[in-house]
Nanobody, 122 residues
Framework: QVQLVESGGGLVQVGGSLRLSCAAS????????RGWFRQAPGKEREFVAV???????YYADSVKGRFTISRDNTKNTLYLQMNSLKPEDTAVYHC????????????????WGQGTQVTVSS
């Protein structure tokens, strides 16, 4: 059974940092595009960052320069380093995986984790 499990969320003050992890099991994801999305209360799920099979990275404008996505294929794990956090970063963060080309559209992804809550207090 394929599972993606996020961890590392929590409560942090404005300007603080968190590192999210997404551990995969049930199959190897080295040949998958892997991404992070987030969903705030009352809002649609939105793209945060993606890393391709070859290691190229792409970010939403709102997080560019503050967040860094990376992957460790030896551990089948995806990461999101979040620095200079803002209240508007408060959301449930989900990791996702897909085959083929990278995408910023949530409905293009095949596998999803349950999410981890990130709350940034001012």
């Amino acid at each position: 059974q394929v599972q993606l499990v996020e961890s590392g969320g929590g409560l942090v003050q404005v300007g603080g940092s968190l590192r999210l992890s997404c551990a995969a099991s049930g199959r190897t994801f080295s040949n998958y595009v892997r991404g992070w999305f987030r969903q705030a209360p009352g809002k649609e799920r939105e793209f945060v960052a993606v890393v391709t099979i070859g290691g190229s990275t792409y970010y939403a404008d709102s997080v560019k320069g503050r967040f860094t996505i990376s992957r460790d294929n030896t551990k089948n794990t995806l990461y999101l380093q979040m620095n200079s956090l803002k209240p508007e970063d408060t959301a449930v963060y989900h990791c996702a995986a897909k085959t083929g080309l990278y995408s910023a559209y949530a409905n293009a992804y095949d596998y999803w984790g349950q999410g981890t809550q990130v709350t940034v207090s001012s």
